[in-house]
């Protein structure tokens, strides 16, 4: 129904940035909701920004505000997080995840249905 395919991921040095692009593909609606969630060796998955096409509404986690942006290509049905003044607490696997019908998008891996393969970011120090 829906396909996404993740890219940007990488090595960068603390204090540096990374794109992370996810594109989707398939069948999708305007209530369409693009996610990012990351996972860190031996950690839960956890919620990190999203951004919902029906109201251009985003979310943020605490860990990441004012430092992470999330942003979105209508015509292209795809969402980029932009990744600034990196840690290394921020290295993880980053999956990207859809919802196609968010009301009421959701900080939850349980409200996504659909899931891309996951890109490694690394942050040395």
């Known amino acids: 129904q829906v396909q996404l395919v993740e890219s940007g991921g990488g090595l960068v040095q603390a204090g540096g940035s990374l794109r992370l692009d996810c594109a989707a593909s398939?069948?999708?609606?305007?209530?369409?909701?693009l996610a990012w969630f990351r996972q860190a060796p031996g950690k839960e998955r956890q919620f990190v920004a999203l951004v919902n096409w029906r109201d251009d509404n985003a979310a943020y986690a605490d860990s990441v505000k004012g430092r992470f942006t999330i942003s979105k290509d209508n015509a292209k049905t795809t969402a980029y997080l932009q990744m600034n003044s990196l840690k290394p607490e921020d290295t993880a696997v980053y999956y990207c995840a859809a919802d196609l019908h968010s009301w009421l998008p959701s900080k939850s891996t349980d409200g996504y249905a659909f899931w891309g393969q996951g890109t490694q970011v690394t942050v040395s120090s």
């Open positions: 398939g069948r999708t609606f305007s209530t369409l909701t």
